[in-house]
């Protein structure tokens, strides 16, 4: 049985950040789906460190098979250095637009201690999916006292997004060319 040739397969894709936090002689404002957390420890980072934005963005290019993050914002990028994570977001769905892609919707997780995130979950979500111009939810769970973040060392996250090619359109997966493999930030 072969697929209708006119069927919309949709497609999905994973993306992962880690950040630590910034050492103590070298503080950093704590940005997190894409909020400003006022007193909290900030991540150290390329960019600002938001591991909730990035691993969105790292989940569309994997659904996309357009690259990751480190392929169009890594390192080797000065022009992203201290860029915000929602900035990042919205250059992301702009790339997968433009590689013949719309979004469904992008779910994310982060793991941490703090910040307590709960209040502010809509405000996080709001934010992430005007960027992204669609649907984007977001999560938080502790690892209960284990790994790096239950030692209070950092902050992980992880996001599944769907996409689905956009008629007439022509995609493949190398039309972005091959990921550079630069680490992002």
């Known amino acids: 049985m072969t697929p209708d040739q006119n069927m919309v397969l949709p497609r999905t894709g994973v993306g992962i950040d880690v950040h630590a936090f910034a050492a103590e002689d ?18 150290s980072g ?7 934005a990035h691993a969105a963005a790292d989940a569309l290019f994997s659904a996309c098979g357009i ?22 977001l919205g250059e992301a769905a702009r790339i997968v637009r433009a590689a013949g892609f719309e979004i ?16 502010r979950r809509e405000e996080s979500q709001r934010v992430l999916s005007d960027a992204a111009g669609a649907p984007i939810s977001v999560t938080a769970t502790t690892s209960d006292g284990l790994g790096f973040t239950g030692r209070g060392e950092g ?11 956009v008629s007439g359109h022509e995609t493949t997966a190398t039309e972005s060319g091959p990921a550079k ?5």
Request: proline share 9%.
């Open 26 to 43: 070298d503080p950093q404002p704590l940005w997190l789906g894409g909020l400003f957390w006022e007193g909290e420890r900030g991540l």
């Open 46 to 52: 390329h960019s600002d460190g938001d591991c909730v």
């Open 155 to 165: 902050i992980s996250a992880v996001a599944t997004a769907l996409v689905y090619p």
């Open 104 to 119: 469904g919707n992008v779910a994310v997780q982060f793991v941490a201690n703090r910040p307590k995130f709960g209040p």
């Open 181 to 185: 493999g630069a680490p992002h930030g």
């Open 67 to 88: 690259g990751d993050l480190g392929t169009h914002f890594g390192t080797d990028r000065p022009e992203f250095a201290g860029a915000s994570g929602v900035k990042l």
